[in-house]
């Protein structure tokens, strides 16, 4: 597919404070893009903003508020005219057996990954309509491969690829497009802080080639951003993740019977598993609900 020019084409990205958030916006700034950041720490959106190349904003919302997040869009709109490439990246993740895990972190990763996703979706449908634009939805290797230990995020992840294709087909007529962007486990703080646990960390050191390696940040942004100039319906931001789309449908059953295996021999060190939100994004999000300033919709900062 031929690649189309992002100059003075505005984007918006959702979780943009960190990780792939923060290096897709100043990718994107970098090829010509005005950039909306949406996330929840203001402080790192600021620094974030200073750093861009071109026009940009920044937004203080959380994604599973609808009031917030149509606000946000109405803002975009307004500041910059239209808003031309949507990426849903926001996520936050937590490990563990779900037998013993912590219901309100459970939970909180379905309502940020899946219901996150959904509401930035709902909130910039409209003027992605009026320009003919992009939406992207990050997803996971998660939603290709479920894994034990992993329940919350591999549920939100293979809920969000679901999303998007019910999208694509929902909107493709009114010239909108839609893709799923697949990554494996990527240098991000989220990955970061999930390998601080002992057991987690070991648990993936166990897992096949390629799986089992921790791949660097810029290669897989470059090819996220190429998949934005492509507009395309899937993008692989490793090279091996689309050979796993040709092997998914054997998947449950082999990782059903190899994680037996290997719960099995983690079985004495499964109760020291952490149970929070991991990494400094899951502390943002954690403070931010604390503190309660989540609820106010659409506070720009």
């Not at 959106?45 to 861009?52: E, F, G, P």
């Not at 997040?69 to 936050?92: C, L, S, T, W």
Request: with cysteine; proline share 4%.
């Amino acid at each position: 597919m031929s690649r189309s020019s992002l100059e003075g084409q505005v984007a918006v990205v959702t979780g943009a404070a960190r990780g792939v958030g923060e290096l897709l916006a100043r990718k994107l700034s970098a090829r010509g893009a005005k950039v909306a950041l949406v996330g929840l720490e203001p402080d790192e959106l600021k620094q974030v903003a200073a750093r861009l190349h071109t026009e940009c904003d920044h937004w203080y919302a959380d994604v599973t508020d609808h009031e917030a997040m149509a606000r946000v869009a109405q803002e975009v709109k307004e500041r910059f005219g239209k808003v031309d490439i949507v990426v849903a990246n926001a996520g936050v993740a937590a490990g563990g057996p779900f037998v013993d895990s912590d219901p309100v972190s459970w939970r909180r990763v379905i309502e940020v990954n899946l219901i996150g996703s959904a509401v930035t979706g709902r909130a910039f449908l409209p003027v992605l309509v009026e320009s003919r634009g992009y939406f992207l939805q990050i997803a996971s290797l998660a939603a290709i491969t479920p894994a034990p230990m992993m329940s919350a995020y591999c549920a939100s992840k293979s809920g969000v690829e679901a999303f998007a294709h019910c999208l694509r087909a929902e909107v493709g007529h009114r010239g909108v497009k839609v893709g799923v962007g697949y990554l494996s486990w990527t240098d991000t703080d989220m990955v970061r802080g999930a390998d601080q646990d002992d057991v987690m960390r070991d648990l993936r050191k166990r897992l096949p080639w390629p799986a089992n390696r921790t791949y660097p940040l810029g290669p897989a942004v470059d090819r996220i951003v190429a998949g934005i100039e492509r507009r395309s319906a899937h993008v692989y931001a490793q090279w091996w993740l689309r050979g796993m789309q040709s092997v998914r449908g054997y998947l449950p059953a082999v990782i059903g019977t190899v994680g037996q295996r290997e719960m099995r021999r983690f079985a004495p060190r499964l109760a020291d598993v952490s149970k929070g939100l991991v990494g400094a994004g899951g502390a943002a999000d954690e403070s931010a609900r604390a503190a309660g300033a989540v609820t106010k919709p659409g506070r720009r900062s």
